[in-house]
T-cell receptor
Framework: GENVEQHPSTLSVQEGDSAVIKCTYSDSASNYFPWYKQELGKRPQLIIDIRSNVGEKKDQRIAVTLNKTAKHFSLHITETQPEDSAVYFC????FGSGNTPLVFGKGTRLSVIA | EAQVTQNPRYLITVTGKKLTVTCSQN?????MSWYRQDPGLGLRQIYY???????DKGDVPEGYKVSRKEKRNFPLILESPSPNQTSLYFC????????????FGPGTRLTVT
C-alpha cells in the first residue's frame, strides 16, 4: 500500500520568512495530494491540494509543487505569520475507479516566531 | 449549516466494555472515514466507506468495526476496547462530485483504562 514520509517533523521560522515542508510517497499510481492544517485542539482542515496532472498550484501565500517522477511534493508558505503556527499534514491517494484510502504523513509542527 | 458531528466528544471507559462512537453528516456525502490520531504517528485511517453498505479496511482496522446502513451515519464500534485504543478519533466525510476534500468532525477523545 501507499506510504507517505514527511519532513521535517518540527520547523521553526521567524515571522516573514518562508517555510517548506516536504513529502514523498511510494505508490506511483497515487494522483491526489492534499495538505491539511491542524491548529491546536482543532480538527484538520484542507488548505490546498494538487492532482497529478498539475505540477504547481498557488493560493495566496501557500503553494504546492509536485514532482511525479521523483514521487515527492512540497508545501511552501511565504511571508509566514504567527497564525500559520500549526501542525501540517500531507497525504496521498488514488481517486477515481478503485479509490484507495487517504494516507497521511506523520505531520510537521510549524512554529512562527514573532 | 453543513457539518459533521461526533458523539461523544470525550469518553473514559474500562477495558472490555463495548462502546460506539457515532458520526453523522448532513452534506449528503458518499464517502465517510474514521481516523485515529496519536502523537508522533499522525492520522491513521481505520475504516472507510465509499457509500451505503460499502466499507473497507484502512491501515489500522484491528479491534474496530463499522457499519454504513444509511448515508448520513457511520458509527465506529469497539467491541472490547483495550488501553492501546486510547486515542483521538476523527470522522471525516467527502464527495468526489466536485472535489476530493475531506471534512473532519470535531474529534472524540477516548481513554481506555
Amino acid at each position: 500500500g501507499e506510504n507517505v514520509e514527511q519532513h521535517p517533523s518540527t520547523l521553526s521560522v521567524q515571522e516573514g520568512d518562508s517555510a517548506v515542508i516536504k513529502c514523498t510517497y511510494s505508490d506511483s499510481a497515487s494522483n491526489y495530494f492534499p495538505w491539511y492544517k491542524q491548529e491546536l485542539g482543532k480538527r484538520p482542515q484542507l488548505i490546498i491540494d494538487i492532482r497529478s496532472n498539475v505540477g504547481e498550484k498557488k493560493d495566496q501565500r501557500i503553494a504546492v509543487t509536485l514532482n511525479k517522477t521523483a514521487k515527492h511534493f512540497s508545501l511552501h508558505i511565504t511571508e509566514t505569520q504567527p497564525e500559520d503556527s500549526a501542525v501540517y499534514f500531507c497525504a496521498a491517494s488514488l481517486f477515481g475507479s478503485g479509490n484507495t484510502p487517504l494516507v497521511f504523513g506523520k505531520g510537521t509542527r510549524l512554529s512562527v516566531i514573532a | 449549516e453543513a457539518q459533521v458531528t461526533q458523539n461523544p466528544r470525550y469518553l473514559i471507559t474500562v477495558t472490555g466494555k463495548k462502546l460506539t462512537v457515532t458520526c453523522s453528516q448532513n452534506m449528503n456525502h458518499e464517502y465517510m472515514s474514521w481516523y485515529r490520531q496519536d502523537p508522533g504517528l499522525g492520522l491513521r485511517q481505520i475504516y472507510y466507506s465509499m457509500n451505503v453498505e460499502v466499507t473497507d479496511k484502512g491501515d489500522v482496522p484491528e479491534g474496530y468495526k463499522v457499519s454504513r446502513k444509511e448515508k448520513r451515519n457511520f458509527p465506529l464500534i469497539l467491541e472490547s476496547p483495550s488501553p492501546n485504543q486510547t486515542s483521538l478519533y476523527f470522522c471525516a466525510t467527502g464527495t468526489s462530485a466536485r472535489s476530493y476534500e475531506q471534512y473532519f468532525g470535531p474529534g472524540t477523545r477516548l481513554t481506555v483504562t
